[in-house]
């Protein structure tokens, strides 16, 4: 499976962006889905996850009320609407498949998604 990530861009704080994560060559629809981010210097960090159905989600502290995550299984895509940005936000964000229908109770950890889309910049001007 391949993943797709774009919708990334120069925002000022206080703005939107939404980003969209397209996955080809296998359906995702019987898996968790996850967002994470990567600021410069730093190590990677949970976003948000959406189970199979996108009945249950789940943000990191710092988005919630902020941030929220959709999917559209007929289209093969998951979603990160992003509101209220603030600089902190500025990071490259990317999609992941954890091969699960369930988030769990480490849907936060990197190494529990296989397959991972090629990060779009999200850049957050204050």
């Known amino acids: 499976v391949q993943l797709q990530a774009s919708g990334g861009g120069l925002v000022q704080a206080g703005g939107s962006l939404r980003l969209s994560c397209v996955a080809s060559g296998r359906t995702l629809r019987s898996y968790v889905m996850g967002w994470f981010r990567q600021a410069p210097g730093k190590e990677r960090e949970f976003v948000a996850a959406i189970n199979w159905s996108g009945g249950t989600t789940s943000f990191v502290d710092s988005v919630k009320g902020r941030f929220t995550i959709s999917r559209d299984n007929a289209k093969n895509t998951v979603s990160l609407q992003m509101n209220s940005l603030k600089h902190e936000d500025t990071a490259v964000y990317s999609c992941?498949?954890?091969?699960?229908?369930?988030?769990?109770?480490?849907?936060?950890?990197?190494?529990?998604?296989?397959?991972w889309g090629q990060g779009t910049l999200v850049t957050v001007s204050s």
């Open positions: 992941a498949r954890r091969p699960s229908q369930n988030i769990g109770l480490t849907f936060y950890r990197p190494s529990e998604y296989d397959y």
